[in-house]
């Protein structure tokens, strides 16, 4: 998923997109195999060994794994242009469902995918179905600060807990936190921020510590700054934080209030090995090779069954251990899908005021 | 030349042969000379004439209701905005709709409904879900009635005032949300609302980071390119190295490499408060600073060389010569050698100008909220919210800025220029 890499990458191919789109960058990949897309790195890893390589060994069909940074704009070349050279693309939840609006994916049929109702609900969509679960979450240097926090009240109480905050720079996640902070309860969020007033409710909260906010853009920042002791605390991807965590550092992750997302399977619109994509999918949800990928990194299993077989220290850090999802929110996509634009453009002007 | 050389060397042809085999000559050059150019010319029509021309055409696109719904489109634009668009729009809206679903056209027009207003995303969904079945419809067919049973929204004139504005198919929405303006229910153009204002001041900081930076490279290369210019061979070209050693490495890690030296524990901060300069660390990046640090550093060779190769050409005896007349050493640097430099100087500047112009990784990672410039909005409107027309608007008006601001300086320097010679 994007937010676990640098987004450099991202960046520089959005250059070379910007006016060769028109051109049609198709990458061209072998006509008989399945091409899958995932977003590479750790994640891109972990699916290796959990999902392509036995999925190639167990039914002999060959797979040609590849990866990118998330562009819908490439996927739309592709379906545009009548050359689709990607079969089953790893997508996450608002260009899913931007996508499937668009017609770019193909509706998921779920009978044929004979997954029953086993997955989690989150999991079940028109265009996709959920691969793993992430978290943005509250985190903190445990060494640096004198208590602990346990609510994103906590980290807009600058007085009890001095020291700058960390947060995303962008309306998405920020808005969220900062009406949970003024008391708001998780379920009720999306709610109030559908009103005029509840998203002007939010910006005020926002302004009572906007001199203490340092505004993060890559995923690897947060945990940096923790560590260097730039930031006191920040919101945070939970992946980030786990890793930081595995090279000795005292990070302490707060689940509560957390907002949790999905990635999908989604497969492309005039793909011409649906049902391989099919089968790919089947056995990517089973609950082995689900817990074989999340015992590899730190993304929660979408079948239930899956966290019974990760060790409990494993297991503890998954966004959907048990525990770990009282008072968690799952993100309205729906809602980001029809209000980012004016919220981001809003935040925007806001921010550099 | 050669074609006038072999006209006089048969001299035994009448003239008017002689003009007819001139001509032929020339033209046979001109294919020629044509041909080289060819390949050429093909690649910069493929690569920049067709973008660009695509991406100034997004700016105004608006053909998403026109493709999707043709026959919608055709009825709203007849419509005369009072009361309910008449049945037969009506009935064509709801056949189009259930189509729409077909090729991706839903995705389209509803996304260039939201931009009107975003509840139509969910009011098309939800309409066509509840549609009846075609075989249950007929030309009878009380559309209004079925229509605002499905969604009381459809009985609002409002509603299908939001989808007439869609009915064109070109619109100036974008490149007016580009300048912070929108038109108004009555199609009067006016400012949105003030919270929401951010485009003019994201053209405006990009000009001013990109000026900023032109002036410090400018400032920082020009007795760095004198120095390699008049310094002995092997030392320059030691310098050289140096100057050109920042383009061997990733742009991505000089970016990152900036961030370890300026933040807050950094080494520059905890050098200046061991030194004891300053009693608690400055905040050097994340902020504008940050931003000129980082793009100075890297758009300084694209000033030095220029200047270097210019200053390189330029006799050192006509400064002599100045000096040996009775001018200050000052005055023959500023009155003879400077203006010699004035082409290198123009085109360091233009290069780094437009370069720094284009920039929005370094000011994403190294800059705060109040820094991002116009190309970050583009990759935003490109990658994330798959707004072109928006993406079309930003870019369109930022090359327009960048050509007028280029037409100016252009003028300048030939002036410069020509007050010299």
New interface residues.
Partial sequence: MTQQRFPLSRISRGIALGGLVSLGLAVSASAQALTVISFGGASGEAMQNAYYGPFSEETGIRLTPGDYNGELSRIRAMVETGNVSWDLVEMESPELVRGCFEGLFEPIDWQRLGLGSVLIDAAFDECGVGTFVWSTVLAYNADALDGAPTSWADFWDVEQFPGTRGLRRGAKYTLEFALMADGVAADEVYDVLRTDEGVDRAFAKLDEIKDHIQWWEAGAQPPQWLVSGDVAMTSAYNGRIAAAQEEGSNLEIVWNESIYDLDYWAIVAGSEHVDEAYAFIEFASQPETQAAYSSQIPYGPVHPEAIAQLDEAQARRMPTYEENMVGALAIDTGFWVDHGEELEQRFSAWAAR | MSANQTATMSPAKPGGNLKAQLRRAERLRKLKAIGLVAPLALFLI???V???G??LWRSVDNTELDSVMPLTAEGLRHWDGSGLPDEATLAAFAAELRDS????????I??RL??ED??Y??LLMNTLRGLPAVDAVGPDTDWVATLTEIDPAWGETETWLGIQRTAPTTTDRYLLASLDLERSADGEIQRVAE????YL??FQRTLVIAGGVTLICLALGFPLAYLLATLPAKTSNMLMILVLLPFWTSL?VRTAAWIILL???GLVNQSLLFTGLIDSPLQLV?NRIGVFFAMVHILLPFMVLPLYSVMKGISPSYQRAAVSLGAHPFAAFWQVYVPQTISGVAAGTILVFIMALGY??TP??VG???D?MVSY???????????WG?AAAL?SLLLVVTLLLYLVYHRLVNRKQLIRS
């Fill in positions: 493929v690569v920049f067709v973008p660009i695509n991406m679903r077909q090729g991706g056209g839903l995705g389209r509803s996304r939201n931009y975003s509840r995303r969910s919270r929401d204002r951010l001041s994201v991505l933040q807050s524990n994340f929005y990784i994403a990672l705060g909220p109040a991002q909005y583009v990759a935003y409107y490109t990658n994330t919210t798959n707004n928006m870019g």
